[in-house]
């Protein structure tokens, strides 16, 4: 039997499945030896008064165990040799846009003018120690883009625009905590997001798509009005359909559109 609560407790028993199953026990006349598992699905806290509640939407597995996964899997199929789309920028548009291109069978060709978020921290130190930007790899550019390196947090106030928790359930899926799914402001933590958008990549490549670092779109290449490629400042082209995910701080993409 499942049974779902809405909580408002302690955060010491929040914290402790433990204590919690006692909780139920106790409150909600279950028998303890029969609780086999919890699960939480939502969790908010409440630090408005002086005494400090957790509120915690939580199912209860009775005599049973719980059957999914705790997060849902997106399966990635190969896409060598399907045909392959352009895709300008890494940050997480870019990212999330490579990754659906492989889900719906496309093969996805990124292009990022910055360094790969390991090699963009160094970037980042300079800019700190001596106050020297590279135009190329900072705050802006670079793999993960805009966010990659402030508060790690994860947050968005639209509700309307899309499937979050599938967003969420990938970015679980490439060694984010499980927490994100049931917190009310998930947070992902700047220390983890890099090995996390390296995962991210690692499935792109895996499944047959590139990833092309310190490469600047610098032009589309437009025949009979229709976008056929990209020029790169490397002089390599790639052709295809192309998706610009070159984010707000990209002004010479906007100043040559
Ligand atoms: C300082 C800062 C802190 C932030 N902190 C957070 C946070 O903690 N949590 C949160 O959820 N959001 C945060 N945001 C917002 C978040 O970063 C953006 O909403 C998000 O990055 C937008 O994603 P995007 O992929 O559209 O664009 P971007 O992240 O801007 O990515 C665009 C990518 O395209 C690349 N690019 C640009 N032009 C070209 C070109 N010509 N050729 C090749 N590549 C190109 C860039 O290098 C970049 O990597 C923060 C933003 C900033 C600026």
């Known amino acids: 039997m499942i049974q779902e609560y809405q909580l408002r407790i302690l955060p010491e028993i929040a914290a402790n499945e433990q204590k919690l199953k006692e909780y139920l026990s106790k409150e909600k006349g279950l028998n303890l030896r029969e609780i086999t598992a919890t699960r939480i699905l939502k969790r908010s806290i409440d630090a408005r008064q002086r005494t400090i509640f957790v509120n915690l939407k939580v199912r209860a597995y009775i005599r049973e165990m719980p059957k999914d996964d705790e997060y849902e899997h997106t399966i990635y199929n190969k896409v060598e040799g399907k045909p392959q789309v352009i895709v300008v920028g890494a940050g997480p548009g870019g990212l999330f846009a490579a990754l659906r291109l492989i889900e719906l069978g496309l093969r996805p060709i990124i292009v990022e003018r910055g360094k790969d978020v390991r090699e963009r921290k160094k970037d980042l130190a300079q800019i700190s120690r001596e106050h020297a930007v590279d135009p190329e790899s900072n705050y802006s550019f670079g793999e993960g883009g805009a966010g ?23 970015f679980c899926q490439h060694g984010a905590s499980t927490a994100i799914l ?36 610098e032009a589309l290449i437009i025949e009979n009005e229709e976008v056929k490629g990209i020029e790169t400042n490397t002089g390599k082209t790639f052709l295809g359909p192309v998706i610009l995910a070159t984010g707000h701080s990209a002004r010479d993409v906007y100043r040559w559109l």
């Open 148 to 170: 990659a390196y402030s508060d790690g947090k994860l947050y968005t106030r639209s509700k309307k625009r899309g499937n979050i928790d599938k967003i969420l359930n990938v």
């Open 182 to 217: 049931v917190d009310a402001h998930p947070h992902i933590g700047t220390d983890k997001l890099p090995r996390v958008i390296e995962n991210m990549r690692n499935t792109i490549i895996e499944c047959g798509g590139e990833v092309h670092f310190q490469t600047r779109m």
